[in-house]
């Protein structure tokens, strides 16, 4: 398994902006594709959008297109979470997942058996 680190959270008013960031640990991190998750109170943990192992496509769940963006570093190890034209149902703890290998294009939590900590981007009015 690969150690997550999230970080970048914090407080932001609606139609604000933030930058999610997950270092990974490990040599291997080019072989894993990489998510983002987040768990709003009293809900379960959702998909936001994943970044796959192979290949340039992005995905992301339909309640974020258009205003957040996936992307990756293969150098510094870090995928990164890009939200924009942020609105109160954004908040939630955000959880970056990675699992090796992983095909597919729709994800879901059991997909992934890594997991950071989780970092909190809370939305105001």
């Known amino acids: 398994q690969v150690q997550l680190v999230e970080s970048g959270g914090g407080l932001v008013q609606a139609g604000g902006s933030l930058s999610l960031s997950c270092a990974a640990s490990g040599r291997t991190f080019s072989s894993y594709t990489m998510a983002w998750f987040r768990q709003a109170p009293g809900k379960e943990r959702e998909f936001v959008a994943a970044v796959p192992w192979i290949g340039h496509r992005t995905y992301y769940a339909d309640s974020v297109k258009g205003r957040f963006t996936i992307s990756r570093d293969q150098e510094k190890k870090t995928v990164y979470l890009q939200s924009n034209s942020l609105k109160l149902e954004d908040t939630a703890v955000y959880f970056c997942?990675?699992?090796?290998?992983?095909?597919?294009?729709?994800?879901?939590?059991?997909?992934?058996?890594?997991w950071g900590q989780g970092t909190q981007v809370t939305v105001s009015s």
């Open positions: 997942a990675a699992e090796r290998y992983l095909p597919g294009t729709n994800y879901r939590v059991t997909d992934f058996t890594s």
